[in-house]
């Protein structure tokens, strides 16, 4: 993008913000630590919001290392007002660990006496900064011509046409500070800040799109669009793999089929000798009815024959006499 376009249309962007939103200050009086832990609380919220959680830490805790020693879930619980206030008590708690393993203290206004290169660089190693914290402190604390720009204001400047995707990518706008002076970085970047918290707080609502469409009417294409209400379809595909599963296992069944029929003629043989001893059995059964012995003992009748033939020989031999 040519740069004479880039700055007419950040130009633009300054026209517009200015109209629509009023400049806040913070306080000039504050340590380097102190306006590293305000960043942390402000990036994605406004500033109001923003100093009534700092306050809130600095009075309710004890001093810092005990705000580092806290959990996340009880620093979210502080940092309720916020936008984001998880994400912000992951900022805030990080920071701050990486603060005293890196210093053993929490005193940093010795970074201020460095020169600007160092401190920034000493700044930007600190685990949970970004590059909004690290643009901030930048400007508030060691003096250097930086403007915060956090998530929601790059996109903003994506959608009309500052930047481009892979800018936006590497969390920067390039000629933003060659555009605003100075001696209005404060001021101008309290106004893009805003811009930006209303992006990052609702990118689908009807105050960003008037907004940005009111600096660039031609980006409509590009403003962020509602994930469709198709989308939870996804779930379809993983049912396919699971219908595919049982197909597999269904030769299982089939094998274990086989065998069961091996053993079917193996229960045949046996049958066989069954059937054979089962006629056996009758037969011998049967003759018992004709080896009836009571007909024998009607027998006794016939020996009555002999008592006849007795008598007969008795009388034989009384005829001699």
Known sequence: MASKNRAALITKVLKVVKKHYKPTAPP???????NLIFSCCLENSLHEPAEKVFHSLATDYFDWNEVRVSTIRELSEALKPLNDPTEAATRLKRVLQSVFETHYSFDLEPLKKQNIGVAVKTIEKYNGSTPFIVAYVTQQSLGGHSIPVNQGLLESMRVVGVVTDAEAAKGAVPGLERTVPKNKGVETGSLLHQLGVEM?????????????????????????????????????????????????????????????????????????????????????????????????????????????ATATKKLVKKKPR
């Open 200 to 308: 990052h707080r609702s990118p689908y609502g009807p105050t960003i799109r008037k907004l940005l469409l009111e600096i660039e009417p031609d980006a409509k294409d590009n403003l962020p669009k509602r994930p469709k209400a198709d989308e939870p379809a996804p779930p379809e595909p993983v049912k396919a793999p699971a219908a595919v599963a049982p197909a597999k296992t269904a030769p299982a069944p089939a094998k274990a089929a086989e065998p069961a029929k091996k053993p079917a003629p193996k229960k045949e043989e046996p049958a066989k000798p069954a059937a054979t001893k089962k006629p056996e059995k009758k037969p011998e059964k049967k003759p018992a009815p004709p080896a009836k012995k009571p007909a024998a003992k009607a027998a006794p009748p016939a020996k009555k024959k002999p008592t006849t």
């Open 28 to 34: 000039k009086e504050r340590s380097l630590l102190e």
